[in-house]
């Protein structure tokens, strides 16, 4: 059975979104975005921030990078994938949400639970 990981997010971005080339010619455009959630115990409340890695690869990522900035409220559709590369001789990974649809939103209660597609 084939698995997946699909993720819909709202959050504001925290960096001007870094557009680069792959050696084939396809746009690819990375950025972050910070969502706030809130962590209840028995006895107290404490606001907590995620900062989630984003990339943005073919069509539409050139459209990203001229038309989102820091700050954007912005919703997002795509899949969580592990990057993996090999730095001084040491196996490193991290993962990214491999975005398929991204939108700026106005205000987060514009945004309705949806799944992706």
């Known amino acids: ?27 690819v455009v990375s950025f972050c975005v910070a969502v706030n959630r809130v962590i209840r115990t028995e006895f107290s409340k404490r606001d907590w921030v995620d900062y989630i890695d984003c990339v943005k690869v073919g069509p539409g990522a050139e459209d990203v990078a001229v038309s989102f900035t820091k700050g954007n409220p912005v919703e997002l559709c795509g899949r969580l994938v592990q990057q993996r590369w090999e730095e001084r001789g040491y196996k490193k ?25």
């Open 93 to 117: 990974s991290k993962m990214v949400v491999e975005v398929a649809t991204i939108e700026i939103v106005q205000n987060f209660s514009e945004v309705k639970e949806r799944t992706c597609e």
């Open 1 to 27: 059975m084939q698995g997946f990981a699909t993720v819909n997010m709202a959050g504001n971005l925290t960096v001007n979104p870094e557009l680069r080339w792959r050696f084939n010619g396809d746009p």
